[in-house]
Nanobody, 129 residues
């Protein structure tokens, strides 16, 4: 059983940066690829970014490519989402998720919610224009 706790959300102005963190406990962290999803009010939860077990493989939604960077620190059992040049449309609750990745250490997955077994409770990001 993996527990995930997100932190780092807040209210920021458009154009600034914010870094989200997701601390994992329980389970073997290095056996999981990790992902970030977000859900804006009244909308479906959508994929943002994912990183492979090894950290060598990453995947991004087109809407954040070039602005967001996902990374992981296995010694700290933590995954990060660095968000730069934030836009009002980035405002959402951001969720961290874990995907058991038994066969490939370099695959970040396909960015599908169904691939992920464990989810955090989310952290709110609000971006004012």
């Amino acid at each position: 059983q993996v527990q995930l706790v997100e932190s780092g959300g807040g209210l920021v102005q458009a154009g600034v940066s914010l870094r989200l963190s997701c601390a994992a406990s329980g389970g073997a962290f290095t056996m999981y690829s990790m992902g970030w999803f977000r859900q804006a009010q009244g909308k479906e939860r959508e994929f943002v970014a994912a990183i492979s077990r090894s950290g060598s493989g990453t995947l991004y939604a087109d809407s954040v490519k070039g602005r967001f960077t996902i990374s992981r620190d296995s010694t700290k059992r933590t995954v990060y989402l660095q968000m730069n040049s934030l836009k009002p449309e980035d405002a959402a609750v951001y969720y961290c998720a874990a995907r058991l990745s038994l066969y490939s250490s370099d695959s970040p997955g396909r960015g599908l919610k169904e691939e992920y077994s464990y989810w955090g409770r989310g952290t709110q990001v609000t971006v004012s224009s």
